[in-house]
């Protein structure tokens, strides 16, 4: 799996929403400024050709939808960042999370238990 820029993210997390969509459907979720309609469908082909997103012939208009699960993309992105930017260690990215955003104990204990209960 490739990674996706942000523009791209954008549009995905857009697709999973909706499901199936045409890129006018799309635009329109999209929030302020809105890019224009043939950035979306340039985004779109991108990722078609990166086999992410494929569509289906509707008149003459093509309606999209992700070949991929959101899930799928999640566990492949954390694991990238866990390998490029934590030396391969959940543990350490635990920790750098936990510091940054000041966990308290108490959410610090919550987290544990949900990892527990897995």
Same mark, same amino acid.
Request: hydrophobic share 35%.
């Given at each position: 799996? +490739?990674?996706?820029?942000?523009?791209?993210?954008?549009?995905? +997390?857009?697709?999973?929403?909706?499901?199936?969509?045409?890129?006018?459907?799309?635009?329109?979720?999209?929030?302020?400024?809105?890019?224009?309609?043939?950035? *979306?469908?340039?985004?779109?082909?991108?990722?078609?050709?990166?086999? *992410?997103?494929?569509?289906?012939?509707?008149?003459?208009?093509?309606?999209?939808?992700?070949?991929?699960?959101?899930?799928?993309?999640?566990?492949?992105?954390?694991?990238?960042?866990?390998?490029?930017?934590?030396?391969?260690?959940?543990?350490?990215?635990?920790?750098?999370?936990?510091?940054?955003?000041?966990?308290?104990?108490?959410?610090?204990?919550?987290?544990?238990?949900?990892?527990?209960?897995?």
């Amino acid at each position: 799996m +490739q990674t996706l820029t942000r523009a791209e993210e954008q549009i995905m +997390q857009k697709l999973w929403e909706l499901k199936k969509a045409y890129v006018k459907e799309v635009l329109e979720t999209l929030p302020a400024p809105k890019p224009a309609y043939n950035t *979306v469908s340039t985004i779109i082909r991108i990722l078609e050709r990166k086999g *992410v997103v494929g569509h289906e012939k509707t008149g003459k208009s093509y309606l999209y939808y992700p070949l991929i699960k959101k899930d799928e993309y999640r566990k492949f992105s954390i694991k990238k960042l866990i390998h490029g930017y934590f030396d391969g260690s959940f543990a350490n990215m635990a920790s750098f999370f936990a510091k940054e955003e000041d966990l308290s104990a108490e959410e610090l204990d919550e987290v544990m238990n949900h990892l527990k209960n897995k």
